[in-house]
Nanobody, 124 residues
């Protein structure tokens, strides 16, 4: 079992930055690939980024490359999502997810555990 809790969301202006954190509990965290997804109002949940258990491999949604950076600290059982140059279209609920496997995946169905989400609002 893995429990996930996101934090760091909030209201920011366009062009500003945020860093989201996802704290995990459960003994499988260090061997689990992790992911970030987001869901805007009225839209389906979409893939943001994923990272391998070691942190050596990360994959991003094509549209977010260069602005978003995912990282992890296994000693702290935490993954992060650094978001720069935020735009109004980045608004949504951001979810952290964990797999029971080691392989990275962009498919939501590939994740077994989900956090409750944290709201990010980008507005002037």
């Amino acid at each position: 079992q893995v429990q996930l809790v996101e934090s760091g969301g909030g209201l920011v202006q366009p062009g500003e930055s945020l860093r989201l954190s996802c704290a995990a509990s459960g003994r499988t965290f260090t061997t689990s690939a992790m992911g970030w997804f987001r869901q805007a109002p009225g839209k389906e949940r979409e893939f943001v980024a994923t990272i391998s258990w070691s942190g050596s491999n990360t994959i991003y949604a094509e549209s977010l490359k260069g602005r978003f950076t995912m990282s992890r600290d296994n000693a702290k059982a935490t993954v992060y999502l650094r978001m720069n140059s935020l735009k109004p279209e980045d608004t949504g609920v951001y979810y952290c997810a964990a797999t029971t496997g080691v392989s990275v995946t962009s498919r939501a169905s590939g994740y077994d555990y989900w956090g409750p989400g944290t709201q990010v609002t980008v507005s002037s």
